[in-house]
């Protein structure tokens, strides 16, 4: 490869304000980190209930290590399979409202797998174009035909699953997305895919463990359990753990078992990893007031940042806070951090050119002063860079 051509197209991403790092963190994650030296407030955590240093959860890895070893060491359907993972699946079905449950090492995995199994010559997939990248990645990799339906925009996919003649028609959808907080009209499409003849596959990552009223997804908060094929969702966010998941009917599971190439072929879910879960899960029923805790901490951020003049875009633990071109998105962030405040900025390709964004996530174990610090902090770092409540491209007219 020219070596050459690698620095020009490193250089571009620096002039555009896009050159992506590594940071350092030398603790675990909680409310409070320290990235490369310097202890700041964490608002950029997907650990929502702060449960991937409980000391329950770290307990169980460390036993289930001691019984099972480090490693599944070979693939489910070979010999990786073990206790840990039957039980791990069976709770995660009675916890979702579920006939069955496949795990998969990583939601990536999940998603690809998903829909690289169900996805074929004479199907259809219909996805929402703020889908997650995995989600994305899974329809490319699928041999279906994909259409993309407007964001949250029901009257669209109708139109589209209409005029389809497909063999099987797919609609996907996040749940929460994860960049702008909110949450997709699955009242609507299940009516949607109901009347269409569709499968309804719905990715739970940034529900589950989140959405009242028990944390057990977006199905559950909707009072749809029962009306969605596929439940996906990942253990890596609220859990505090890793992997993911996929609830459905024991055919469906049965299916994905014999035909999804991204499970046949992968090493299982090391068994600590599993019995670290099951831990997790078992705090997330047990606990209720972590969630509700996660819930009053996103509350009283939206109320401080009102009450500096800028609504709060979401209605969940993601909050996107506006900024604009690439630039100012990264100086905003960096001037929170000098503030001992962490507060991401995400820029394109992750979210469309000149909607730069602070990604804030509040996570049950934030303390009411962190969540005012952040506040404070966040509205004087916008001020000092001129940007309004709608960001920087409306501040600059």
């Keep these: 490869m020219d070596l050459s051509l690698l620095d020009r197209e490193i250089a571009a991403l620096k002039e555009k304000g896009r050159y992506r790092f590594l ?49 599944s060491g070979a693939s489910r ?21 579920t006939e069955s449950c496949l795990t998969f090492s990583a939601g990536y995995m999940a998603n690809l797998g998903i829909l690289s199994t169900l996805g074929d ?10 889908n997650h990248a995995s989600i994305v990645d899974g329809c490319r990799l699928s041999r279906a035909r994909v259409e993309v339906y407007r964001h949250a925009d029901v009257t669209h996919l109708e139109d589209l699953l209409r ?38 596959v719905v990715d739970d990552a940034h529900a589950t463990g989140v959405l009242p009223p028990h944390g057990r997804g977006s199905a559950d908060h909707f009072g749809l359990s029962g009306r969605v094929e596929i439940l996906m969702g990942t253990f890596s966010k609220a859990l505090g753990t890793y992997g993911a998941y996929l609830c459905s009917t024991r055919r469906m599971v049965d299916y994905f078992v014999n035909k999804c190439r991204p499970f046949i072929f992968n090493t299982g ?32 951020f939206r109320a401080e940042m009102e009450a500096r003049g800028r609504s709060a ?42 909607t730069g964004r602070l990604r804030l996530t509040l996570m049950a174990t934030h ?26 491209a409306a501040a600059k007219g």
Aim: net charge negative; proline share 6%.
């Design 23 to 71: 940071r350092r963190l030398s603790t675990p994650q909680d409310a409070r980190i320290v990235i490369e030296g310097r202890e700041v407030l964490n608002f950029s955590s997907n650990n929502y209930l702060g449960l991937a240093n409980h000391p329950e959860v770290v307990e169980a890895l460390a036993r289930y290590a001691e019984r099972y070893g480090v490693g």
């Design 269 to 300: 879910l090391p068994p600590a990893i599993a019995g670290a879960t099951l831990a997790s899960l078992g705090l997330l029923t047990r606990e209720p007031g972590r969630l509700a805790a996660l819930w009053e901490n996103a509350r009283l």
């Design 313 to 354: 875009g979401s209605d969940t633990a993601i909050v996107p806070i506006p900024v604009g071109g690439d630039g100012d998105t990264m100086a905003v962030s960096r001037a929170l951090f000098d503030r001992g405040v962490f507060v991401h900025g995400i820029r394109p390709p992750t979210v469309p050119e000149g």
């Design 367 to 392: 303390t009411a002063g962190m969540v005012r610090t952040a506040a404070a902090g966040i509205d004087e770092a916008l001020r000092e860079r001129g940007i309004g409540a709608d960001g920087a």
């Design 163 to 200: 005029a389809s003649s497909a063999r099987r028609k797919i609609v996907v959808t996040d749940s929460v997305f994860s960049m702008d907080g909110d949450v997709a009209p699955l009242p609507d499409l299940v009516e949607a895919k109901d009347r269409h003849g569709a499968i309804l």
């Design 77 to 97: 359907l070979i010999c990786g399979h073990m206790d840990v993972h039957a039980e791990l699946e069976e709770a995660v079905a009675r916890f979702k409202g």
């Design 121 to 130: 010559s004479g199907a259809t997939i219909f996805s929402d174009e703020w």
